[in-house]
Every structure is written in structure tokens, then in C-alpha cells.
């Protein structure tokens, strides 16, 4: 029996379920805090709404009894494998939990599906999902917070040099030679960061690192407009232009055809010598062969990653023995606060969706994001 893998784990399930009286200001300081946008269109005017009457739930007790509270009329079930939820999605009008690709290749008739996780590639991917013309909404910015001083936080260890001094104190050695030289320890004020893929989670690095005094330049997909701490917004093709110039590269980009492996030899050519390469978004936007080549050739200072490809790395991998790369298993997303946000735009989204509503936070299953 094969549990869904998605790009939270199981464990953000397993919390106590929060008060929900008086929610409904709680939800609209949500909704202006992290930005979330409201699909175009009305959720009784996509074709195949209805009225829900059943839902199926990925897993935790608890907040199948909080929805079951909130809304009577609905019959909810739950399931934490796919024969489970397959059997049980067949006769649903909605799916609550993770983008699995198996889940869609049978048809069923569910009609609108709920990620709970950001990344939603197992679905847009599917072509039993494509094919159906499911409403897909997800997770996204929720976890931007969290991410994004996880990434400032692999960038302060590299560029103070914190990651050598947390390695040698395994050998209890004060005078250990360590990297970088002391020349090569920085202020962070006015260096440039580069942050690839201006979105929620991008947003919210490049902020921080505003704050922290940076130069902030930043790229995306569809258009030039950002907000007043970054100084530069580039479309997707001034990428390597950008590069140049950049003392720390972040990614924050989905994966799509476009983002996969676009970190590679080429992009690492392009880094000074000097600059660090922070990846906290998908582990298949980098050539790891080519990552650990330029690594080997110093034609990059160093590198934090949350994620790889492939993942989990393996034990022998060489990525491992690299003394300048920060490696952390795929957490940056783990925060205390998460869970309630995610459960409370569940919430509300079912709210919505039941009433006939715009519905938060919609995807672009042609744009995969």
C-alpha cells in the first residue's frame, strides 16, 4: 500500500484542530497578509459544479471532525493510501491532500481538488488530471514566511563562514583552518541578491533581504512589476544577465518545462566566483552533475540547498563530501504557524466552493503553478 508523498510530510497533519469560532476575521487578514487571489470566476460558473456532497480527506482525524462540525451536510471520509482514496473518490465531489498522479489516471467524480502542499507538479503532470478538467487550488504563499528565512538563514551560515565553524566543532580544534579565508567573510549591506522566480515565496526572501540592507534584483515569468524593495524585475530570459551581477542567487521557482534543470553548467559559468547559489524550491530546477562540477572547478563560492534531485539524496552521493554546500532535507517549509494557515484556507475555500464562491488561491494547470 503506497502513501501519497507530497512536498509537506505527513507529520503537518498531525496537530490539534484550533478554535474556529469568530473566523471569518481571521480568514480576511489571511487573505491581505500573504496576498492570496480569488479565482476569475465563481466557482457555480465552472462546468461541473455542484452542490458538494461528499469530500474525501488525506488523512488526520482531527480535522476530518473539525469539517464534519462545520459543515453537516457533507459527508466526509478519509483514506492514506491511493487503493483507499481511489475507492472512495469515485463517487466524491472534492479531494483534500496531496497531488498524486495515481489518483488521476482512473476517472472519478471529483470535480474540484485541494493541494495542500505548494507544489502541485504530480497533478499538472497528470494526463488523467489535464484530461478531466479538474478545478486545482493549493497551498501557495502560506509557506513563504518560513521559506524564505530559511533560505536568508543558509545564506548567513555560507556567508559568514558558520557551516565550517558548526563542522569543526565535532573536533574540538580552536585553531582549525577553515573556509573561506577571513578576506572572503562578508557584510551582507549592499551586496546584490538575486532572487529567481518573483512569487509569494520569492516575495518574502526579497524582502528579507531588503531588510537586511541588499541590493535586491529579482526575476520572473510573466511580467516586470514588483514591489518598491526590489530594484530590478527581469523576465525569465535575463536570467544569465542577472547572474552576472549577483552575489547570491535564491531559487524560488515552481517546476515546470521551463524551470526543469534550469540551473546548469552554463548558469553556474555565469556566477562570480564569489557568489553563492541557494536553492529552496524544487530540486529538479539543477543539473546536480553540473552543480558538482562547477562546484569542484570554484567557479561558485559555495551553495545551500533544501532540496535536490535526487531526493533524498543518497548516502554516497558527492554533493555530501562538498565542504562549502549546506545540505537540509527538504524543511525550509516548517514553521509553528503553517499548519493553521493551511487548514484555515481549507476552511474557507469549502466554504466557498459549497456556496458557489470564488475560490482562493486557483492554479493554472496549463502554467503549473
Sequence with gaps: MTKIKGLLCGCLLAVSVPAVAGEA???KELIRGFQLRESRMASRDMAGWREPKKVVVYGNL?????????FPGIEFTSGETDEVLLKAMQDADVYIGWCSSDLFEEPSSVHWVHSLAVGVENCVSSEGFVASKKILTNSQRLSGPSIAEHAIAMM??????LDQYGAIKTTRDWDAPILPGQDAVW?????TLLVVGLGGIGTETAKRGHGLGMN??????????GPDYVSYVGLADELL?????ADVIISTVPITPKTTRLFDRNFFKTMKKSAYFINIARGKSVVTDDLVEALNEGELAGAGLDVTDPEPLPADHPLWDQPRVIITPHVAYRSELLRDRIWMVVRENLRRYAAGEKLLSQVNVERGY
Excluded: F, W, Y
Excluded at 548567513?156 to 563562514?161: E, I, P, S
Excluded at 544577465?241 to 551581477?245: K, P
Design 25 to 27: 476575521d481571521a480568514v
Design 62 to 70: 482531527n480535522r476530518l471532525q473539525e469539517l464534519r462540525e462545520m
Design 156 to 161: 548567513m551560515m555560507l556567508v559568514r563562514g
Design 187 to 191: 557584510e551582507i549591506n549592499g551586496k
Design 216 to 225: 535586491v534584483i529579482a526575476t520572473r515569468n510573466s511580467r516586470r512589476e
Design 241 to 245: 544577465t542577472l547572474t552576472a551581477r
